[in-house]
């Protein structure tokens, strides 16, 4: 089989064929006294293998993959796939953990009106002064400061942030998930949005998830003609 052979069955140019196999993609590969790459049906499913791989794991892991094979670690190549899969379960449990959040909040009454200072915001939460500092160093609250005095202001926003934050530690949450939570909630740009960003999120894992499956199967028909 020549380059084009392999690059036809994936649209793929000739020359990007040679790439991969100078990039450790593809096994070994005999030339012909004039020098041409001749490759066979396990070239062909190393690049089956490898594209498939690059869906879900991207280019440079899916590379590493293919090597680690090549060269006969393949305690490597399955710490590789082992890895991106214990990112992927991360990330999902990340997304449940907002979503887990977004679901315990209560409507409550935006606030509207000036400003409150650290002692106001504290009593309207019935929290210790103390308890908005340090939700602050942990990135929960960002209030402005005045130019001035140089003391706190919490505007409208902050003060939301601050009555989700409240209600978030009470339902149990840990500090970091509910800075986590209030990233993703300014991210959105709201919680009706944050359900939409949601939504999009766990499409993205399922899709990635496919992606992942697709690869390894790839990789097992690979696997199994090169005796690994």
């Known amino acids: ?3 084009i052979d392999l690059a036809r069955e994936h649209g793929l140019s000739a020359q990007a064929v040679r790439n991969y196999d100078d990039a450790g993609v593809l096994p070994p590969t005999e030339r012909s006294d004039a020098g041409y790459r001749r490759y066979t049906p396990l070239h062909a499913q190393a690049l089956r293998a490898f594209l498939a791989l690059r869906a879900g794991h991207g280019h440079q892991p899916a590379t590493e993959i ?3 094979i090549h060269r006969g670690d393949t305690d490597a190549a399955y710490r590789l796939l082992d890895t991106a899969h214990l990112a992927l379960l991360a990330e999902r449990d990340t997304r449940a953990e907002v979503a887990a959040a977004l679901s315990t909040l209560s409507a409550g009454t935006p606030f509207h009106g000036r400003a409150l200072t650290v ?3 504290a009593r309207r939460l019935d929290v210790h002064p103390a308890t908005l500092r340090a939700w602050e160093t942990e990135g929960i609250l960002h209030p402005h400061r005045d130019r001035v005095t140089g003391y706190r202001e919490y505007g409208p926003d902050c003060v939301r942030d601050a009555e989700i934050a409240r209600q978030l530690r009470r339902g149990g949450y ?7 939570f209030l990233d993703s909630l300014r991210e959105a740009g709201g919680a009706e949005a944050l359900n939409d960003f949601l939504d999009a999120w766990q499409h993205r ?5 496919r992606a992942l499956l697709a690869g390894a ?3 097992d028909a690979y696997l199994t003609l090169v005796g690994a």
């Open 1 to 3: 089989m020549r380059p």
């Open 119 to 121: 002692g106001e915001l």
């Open 174 to 180: 840990r500090l970091s998930q509910v800075a986590q």
């Open 217 to 219: 199967a790839q990789l």
């Open 205 to 209: 894992l399922a899709a990635r998830s």
């Open 66 to 68: 293919l090597r680690s």
